[in-house]
């Protein structure tokens, strides 16, 4: 473990100060009816951080992936992804760019086994489809093997995805992701769901693979324990905006945020304010 | 019942055998239904025109390449050709031009907008066919019959409605259950099936794989039709015939299910079968009551599982 003591700190690159940012958003606005969604979203991830979004529900976290992933289109504003504009992209396309994500509800396919599913990961990847080649052809399976392997899900390969447990289900789900090789991946909630019991085991596992692998992560989260050991920074969102944003152990104990994000009256004393935000990631 | 099965064993024979054939066919037809199904999440009432196109086209073709002397043998070429460009011009093209455009409306819209395509289809087909009945039994004929013992008695049947046509419908289901569960392409399209939009969040090309499957499945309901070609006079009308006994398939069997479809396809094709040698006035009814009577008791269909298979 490194000094900073995070889970998985030994292989990541740590976010790169002062180098280009990976994901860029600038001035995202969406509203459906008269609820805004995203009211001037700008937000900068930059190369190996792991950036938590934490609000509300309804703040815009969610629309905020799909926004970024192609599912939805912002009414105004640029979104930019290793320099390149990506607004306007489908999902497949952006998919192809480098940029995973994994739902809120785990996206597995149900009726094939787990190797199936991290298998069909790596043939969409290599975007080969011969009509009659079977998927789980040996180079393939042994890579799908070794992705399940990194995330402790090897044992369960042979097992039909809607057997699994719901921390087995968002792991699976997550590895699927990985096995498309993303630079940049977002996720919605990836510890929804899970028992209290396993909660911390996921997240390590995840983090731990996530690192190794170099994959920078966007996660929205709403236990701020797993936010304080595992982001970087952390964006708190609130009304289709970015209220807050910095490091959870200053951002974590902003009064406003103690109050109206994680729902405890901040303790009695001087007024803290809210933290400054940092120049050129937002 | 002893007696009554003595006095009637020629008529059940008959009926079981003209079952057999009759269940390949709908089987045919119902498995294309249903994989499309699964895939667009539109039932098409337009299948049956496939069926019907497909026949006609199958009948043409013979019939042309016998004006053309090609020898007899042929006209089983003419039937997989002619199912095979009726799968391959129709389908994307009904796929394209309209179906892409439902996608995700409401069910009525998407019902009303494949009945209308059925019926513009209708009417194509008496533009190019007219109304007059149209027949080439060649395939059928060539063949010729065999005695098939049942009891005391011989039933002479022919091999082509014997063999071929159940021959066709198992190796279609064999291969279906082959490829949906083995191959990579079949992979997919069940992925697609259980989940589009994460299959697209996956970088699955959905569009591909959709007109893929609906190719495919117009494709099984022309062969359905061309295959029906040699036994029957093709007149206006066959299509709707065919699409409404694959919808009670479907529905008694549980939508998605492979083998289900060919279970109770011999289910609903051996009823109709045996009330046409025994209780006519309830031919068109008893595929019907078998269906009510399923969904009455489950209504997920026989074989269906409650909102988790699709395919």
């Known amino acids: 473990m490194s000094a900073s003591g995070r889970p998985g700190d030994e292989a990541v690159d740590r976010p790169r100060q002062g180098t280009a940012p990976l994901l860029s958003a600038r001035g995202l606005r969406l509203a459906f009816g008269g609820v805004k969604a995203a009211d001037g979203i700008d937000l900068d991830v930059m190369p190996g951080e792991f950036l938590a979004i934490i609000g509300p529900n309804g703040a815009g976290k969610t629309t905020f992936i799909n926004m970024t992933t192609g599912y939805l289109r912002p009414q105004a504003g640029s979104i930019s992804y290793d320099g390149q504009p990506i607004l306007g992209l489908s999902p497949r396309a952006i998919v192809a760019r480098g940029i995973g994500r994994s739902f809120q509800l785990p996206q597995l396919f149900t009726e094939h086994t787990v190797l199936e599913n991290a298998a069909l990961a790596i043939a969409a990847r290599a975007g080969l489809w011969s009509p009659l080649a079977p998927l789980l052809r040996p180079a393939w399976r042994t890579e799908a093997m070794a992705v399940l392997d990194r995330f402790g899900l090897a044992p369960l390969a042979g097992q039909r995805a809607d057997a699994l447990n719901e921390g087995a289900r968002k792991l699976a789900d997550i590895a699927m992701a990985v096995a498309l090789q993303p630079r940049l991946l977002l996720m919605d909630e990836p510890t929804s769901g899970v028992a209290a019991a396993e909660k911390m085991g996921v997240v390590e596992t995840l983090v731990r693979v996530l690192r190794e692998a170099k994959v920078t992560a966007v996660f929205v989260e709403h236990d701020m324990e797993v936010v304080e050991r595992f982001a970087d920074r952390v964006a708190v969102w609130s009304q289709g905006r970015i209220a807050a944003l910095g490091p959870p152990a200053t951002v974590l104990k902003d009064p406003a945020v103690l109050r109206d994000v994680i729902g405890i009256e901040p303790p009695t004393g001087p007024p803290a304010g809210l933290p400054a935000r940092e120049s050129g990631h937002a | ?311």
Do not use: C
């Open chain 2, 1 to 311: 019942m002893a007696d009554w099965l003595a006095d009637n064993t020629l008529l059940l024979g008959l009926a079981l055998l003209d079952g057999l054939a009759y269940a390949a066919l709908v089987f045919m037809v119902a498995v294309g239904l249903n994989l499309v199904f699964g895939v667009l999440r539109i039932v098409n009432v337009a299948h049956g025109s496939l069926f019907a196109i497909g026949a006609y086209s199958a009948a043409s073709l013979g019939l042309a390449f016998a004006s053309a002397g090609l020898p007899p043998w042929a006209g089983y070429a003419a039937l997989v050709l002619a199912a095979a460009l009726v799968g391959a011009v129709l389908g994307p093209l009904v796929e394209r031009l309209v179906l892409r455009r439902i996608y995700g409306q409401e069910e009525v819209l998407q019902l009303l907008v494949t009945f209308a395509l059925f019926m513009i289809l209708e009417d194509v087909q008496k533009l190019i066919w007219g109304v007059q009945p149209v027949s080439q039994d060649l395939p059928m004929k060539l063949l010729g019959t065999v005695d098939v013992p049942f009891g005391d008695d011989v039933i002479p049947f022919t091999i082509y409605q014997l063999f071929v046509l159940p021959g066709v419908a198992l190796a279609t289901l064999i291969g279906l259950a082959w490829f949906l569960r083995r191959t990579l392409t079949g992979r997919v399209i069940v992925a697609v099936t259980t989940d589009k939009e994460a299959a697209m969040a996956m970088g699955i090309d959905a569009a591909r794989v959709t007109l893929l499957t609906f190719t495919f499945g117009a494709a099984l309901a022309a062969l359905g039709g061309a295959l029906a070609s040699p036994t029957t006079s093709l007149v206006p009308g066959i299509g709707a015939q065919t699409i409404v006994l694959s919808f009670a398939v479907v529905a008694t069997a549980g939508l998605g299910q492979i083998e289900g479809a060919a279970l109770t396809s011999l289910l609903i094709g051996l009823g109709r079968s045996v009330a046409v040698y025994f209780a006519p006035e309830f031919e068109v009814v008893v595929p019907y009551i078998i269906m009510v009577a399923v969904l009455l008791v489950r209504p997920q269909g026989l074989f269906g599982v409650l909102e988790t298979r699709r395919v």
